[in-house]
């Protein structure tokens, strides 16, 4: 068969690439490959243990989007890419021909092979595969003992579900503190603090030598000698590219996995894109390559790459990563978005901090208030927003998002100080002593300060 557009994967990148390139492309046929008939929602997955209940409550609706939009589904496995022909292999032998190739392959679970006895029974790791998740859920049930390894986004977030479900839970991070890539220590220690009046054991600044059992897992040697008992072990130990298809077509990669694409999503090939956490990222503010896979990247991304497909646009380039990132732990929020004070360190900006701790909704009194914290990151010489992190109540996902774009349109502190904002005592923190504000306020304070001085 043949088709205008193939799309391989339907998670939030490909489902997001090939529905934006049928709304502007109406003409063109899209047909979407994919393994599985039901896709999952990816920041939904630690969810399925506990609050959620199974994954058959956390299906992204593609099929019925793709089918809304007039886009053919096919569900198999993609074997190879010959790109010289323009076209793919299939695991049952059809060949599909296309006129322009979308990459929504993903990623996988890194698991360490390095690590004695990574693979005995109840060793599981986190992917985006709703028959392995199942299967998981079933033999976890009946265990009492769980280890997480690895304190990041997933570590946290699933562990967090587990003593919600009245299992006994140690998370274990090398780092000194948990969510200690994505957060500054003052933020990750709000976060930790939390998490053990959860009811998590939390170990950090040690990591795992050994995990034990002759068949099945019996617990985990710590490199300090100490020994953890486990009926099961969730190795959250970060994902890597699924770039092997892209690699065996001859594709250019990254010396991080990643494939390489330009601005418009495009590989070295034009006629084929990449999108998601297949693709290579780099960083909004530093240019660097960034390990960044998130859902809400990979639907920018698609967009990108949706839009562009058959006629380039001088003005819709994908220009950087901001890495956006929030969770929450009960009732408080964490979020995160552009540099964090320690990368800001590491990269040698000169650069200033604004912080303020107030309350987000007005007045004080007032049922389901909590105390919002920001931390404003902003350069010296030009006043520009780098970055900011907060941690309060549930509403700290949007503010995330604000400060997100904020970095994306290099404001100033001098615009977000004049900026007008909209209040109400139900829904923010007083006009007054708007947290935000005032930690630009904070902020600005230092910048004049230091030029006084100079």
């Given at each position: 068969?043949?088709?205008?557009?193939?799309?391989?994967?339907?998670?939030?990148?490909?489902?997001?690439?090939?529905?934006?390139?049928?709304?502007?492309?109406?003409?063109?046929?899209?047909?979407?490959?994919?393994?599985?008939?039901?896709?999952?929602?990816?920041?939904?997955?630690?969810?399925?243990?506990?609050?959620?209940?199974?994954?058959?409550?956390?299906?992204?609706?593609?099929?019925?989007?793709?089918?809304?939009?007039?886009?053919?589904?096919?569900?198999?496995?993609?074997?190879?890419?010959?790109?010289?022909?323009?076209?793919?292999?299939?695991?049952?032998?059809?060949?599909?021909?296309?006129?322009?190739?979308?990459?929504?392959?993903?990623?996988?679970?890194?698991?360490?092979?390095?690590?004695?006895?990574?693979?005995?029974?109840?060793?599981?790791?986190?992917p985006k595969n709703k028959v392995y998740l199942?299967?998981?859920?079933?033999?976890?049930?009946?265990?009492?003992?769980?280890?997480?390894?690895?304190?990041?986004?997933?570590?946290?977030?699933?562990?967090?579900?587990?003593?919600?479900?009245?299992?006994?839970?140690?998370?274990?991070?090398?780092?000194?503190?948990?969510?200690?890539?994505?957060?500054?220590?003052?933020?990750?220690?709000?976060?930790?603090?939390?998490?053990?009046?959860?009811?998590?054991?939390?170990?950090?600044?040690?990591?795992?030598?050994?995990?034990?059992?002759?068949?099945?897992?019996?617990?985990?040697?710590?490199?300090?000698?100490?020994?953890?008992?486990?009926?099961?072990?969730?190795?959250?130990?970060?994902?890597?590219?699924?770039?092997?298809?892209?690699?065996?077509?001859?594709?250019?990669?990254?010396?991080?996995?990643?494939?390489?694409?330009?601005?418009?999503?495009?590989?070295?090939?034009?006629?084929?894109?990449?999108?998601?956490?297949?693709?290579?990222?780099?960083?909004?503010?530093?240019?660097?390559?960034?390990?960044?896979?998130l859902a809400s990247t990979a639907c920018a991304?698609?967009?990108?790459?949706?839009?562009?497909?058959?006629?380039?646009?001088?003005?819709?380039?994908?220009?950087?990563?901001?890495?956006?990132?929030?969770?929450?732990?009960?009732?408080?929020?964490?979020?995160?978005?552009?540099?964090?004070?320690?990368?800001?360190?590491?990269?040698?900006?000169?650069?200033?901090?604004?912080?303020?701790?107030?309350?987000?909704?007005?007045?004080?009194?007032?049922?389901?208030?909590?105390?919002?914290?920001?931390?404003?990151?902003?350069?010296?010489?030009?006043?520009?927003?780098?970055?900011?992190?907060?941690?309060?109540?549930?509403?700290?996902?949007?503010?995330?998002?604000?400060?997100?774009?904020?970095?994306?349109?290099?404001?100033?502190?001098?615009?977000?100080?004049?900026?007008?904002?909209?209040?109400?005592?139900?829904?923010?923190?007083?006009?007054?002593?708007?947290?935000?504000?005032?930690?630009?306020e904070n902020a600005s304070g230092k910048i004049?300060?230091?030029?006084?001085?100079?």
């Open positions: 068969m043949k088709t205008d557009v193939l799309v391989i994967g339907s998670s939030a990148a490909g489902l997001v690439a090939a529905t934006t390139g049928k709304r502007i492309y109406k003409d063109k046929e899209f047909t979407v490959v994919t393994k599985q008939a039901k896709t999952l929602i990816p920041c939904g997955i630690p969810y399925v243990f506990g609050s959620v209940g199974s994954t058959d409550n956390n299906i992204l609706p593609a099929e019925k989007m793709f089918e809304a939009s007039g886009i053919k589904q096919i569900y198999n496995d993609v074997q190879s890419i010959d790109r010289e022909n323009k076209s793919v292999l299939l695991e049952n032998g059809e060949v599909i021909e296309y006129d322009k190739l979308v990459l929504g392959t993903g990623s996988n679970p890194y698991k360490p092979e390095w690590l004695k006895g990574v693979n005995l029974e109840n060793v599981f790791s986190v199942d299967e998981m859920q079933l033999k976890i049930e009946s265990c009492k003992k769980i280890i997480t390894i690895g304190a990041g986004f997933i570590g946290v977030e699933i562990s967090d579900e587990f003593v919600k479900a009245k299992k006994d839970v140690t998370l274990i991070e090398k780092l000194p503190h948990i969510l200690g890539l994505a957060f500054d220590e003052d933020v990750s220690i709000k976060a930790e603090t939390i998490l053990k009046e959860r009811g998590v054991n939390v170990k950090t600044g040690v990591g795992v030598k050994e995990i034990l059992g002759s068949n099945k897992v019996e617990g985990v040697l710590l490199d300090n000698g100490e020994k953890i008992e486990a009926d099961a072990i969730i190795l959250s130990m970060g994902y890597k590219p699924n770039s092997e298809l892209a690699a065996k077509s001859g594709l250019a990669i990254s010396d991080k996995g990643f494939i390489k694409v330009d601005e418009y999503m495009r590989t070295e090939d034009p006629d084929v894109f990449a999108v998601g956490d297949c693709a290579e990222k780099r960083d909004f503010v530093t240019r660097k390559p960034s390990p960044i896979m991304e698609s967009r990108i790459a949706g839009m562009n497909l058959f006629k380039l646009s001088a003005i819709k380039t994908f220009s950087g990563t901001i890495s956006i990132f929030s969770t929450a732990l009960g009732n408080t929020g964490f979020g995160v978005a552009g540099l964090t004070e320690t990368i800001a360190k590491q990269e040698n900006f000169d650069f200033v901090t604004g912080v303020f701790e107030g309350i987000d909704r007005h007045p004080g009194t007032l049922s389901d208030t909590h105390t919002q914290f920001v931390k404003l990151i902003v350069g010296k010489e030009s006043g520009v927003i780098l970055g900011g992190e907060v941690a309060g109540g549930l509403s700290i996902g949007e503010l995330t998002n604000t400060i997100g774009i904020i970095i994306q349109n290099r404001m100033t502190i001098n615009s977000l100080l004049t900026a007008q904002i909209g209040t109400h005592p139900l829904l923010t923190a007083s006009p007054a002593g708007y947290p935000l504000i005032k930690a630009a004049m300060f230091t030029e006084k001085i100079v």
